[in-house]
């Protein structure tokens, strides 16, 4: 089985192939998808992220979603503790400023954070999948810390956490760690998973 570092390059060189109309169109088409998903009714505080690296676009979602009147919120890093996220409220007007990565972030000066524990549904990028809902990401442990304690599922059994992906990010079978949080749901621009 390959390493997840070569996995991780892998799958990154084959998202970055995509060209902009199917980078487009997936962004689209995923927005659709997720909006259609019939657990999202019982979901008020969502929290997105603003893409990087080849990733599918989230905008057409995060306009979809605002546009039914959710809460949004994006990640923020941790400015006390490394490695963790913290999540906060994002609307059209939100001050931002490039973290080290270069991804925009709210501004955390003016700090509207929402607990993890309070969040109805947590989507997370991903480098790769697989279809148990094993997760490989950018390398930095981030969501798999962030995630460690909280409940993956709803008390009535919904997912709380979904990955979202190109198809192409698709794998017959991630490497797993053992601090590796597995996803309950994946949804692609063609495809729910729920593993
Ligand atoms: N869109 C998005 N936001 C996110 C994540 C993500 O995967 N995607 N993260 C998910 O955890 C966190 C950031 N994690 C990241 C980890 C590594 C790199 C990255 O580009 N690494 C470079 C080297 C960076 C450097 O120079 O230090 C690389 O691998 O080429 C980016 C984001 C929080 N926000
Ligand atoms: N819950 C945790 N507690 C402490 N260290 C952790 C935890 N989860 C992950 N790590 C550390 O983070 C590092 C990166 O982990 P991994 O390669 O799984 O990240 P990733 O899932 O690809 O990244 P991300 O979640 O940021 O997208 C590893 O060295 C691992 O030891």
């Keep these: 089985m390959q390493s997840r570092h070569e996995l991780r390059q892998l799958i990154r060189q084959r998202r970055q192939q995509l060209s902009t109309q199917q980078q487009q169109q997936a962004a689209e088409q995923l927005a ?3 909006t259609a998903l019939p657990f999202l009714a019982d979901c008020q505080h969502i929290a997105l992220y ?7 676009d989230t905008w057409p979602l995060i306009h979809a979603l605002w546009q039914l009147g959710k809460q949004l919120y994006l990640p923020l890093l941790h400015p006390v503790t490394p490695g963790h996220l913290i999540f906060q409220h994002f609307h059209a007007n939100t001050p931002m400023r490039a973290n080290r990565f270069g991804i925009p972030e709210p501004d955390w ?11 109805d549904l947590i989507c997370t990028p991903l480098v790769a999948f697989d279809a148990s809902g094993n997760r490989l990401g950018m390398g930095g442990g981030f969501y798999d810390r962030t995630l460690a304690n909280a409940p993956l599922r709803s008390r009535d059994g919904q997912p709380r ?6 198809a192409c ?7 797993v ?3 590796d949080v597995p996803l309950p749901a994946i949804c692609t621009p063609t495809q729910i998973f729920l593993p």
């Design 169 to 175: 990010q698709q794998v017959p079978a991630v490497p």
């Design 32 to 34: 659709e998808r997720f």
């Design 109 to 119: 000066s003016c700090p509207d954070l929402c607990p993890v524990a309070q969040l």
């Design 50 to 56: 603003l893409s990087n690296d080849a990733e599918l």
């Design 161 to 166: 956490v979904i990955g979202l992906a190109h």
């Design 177 to 179: 760690e053992e601090w």
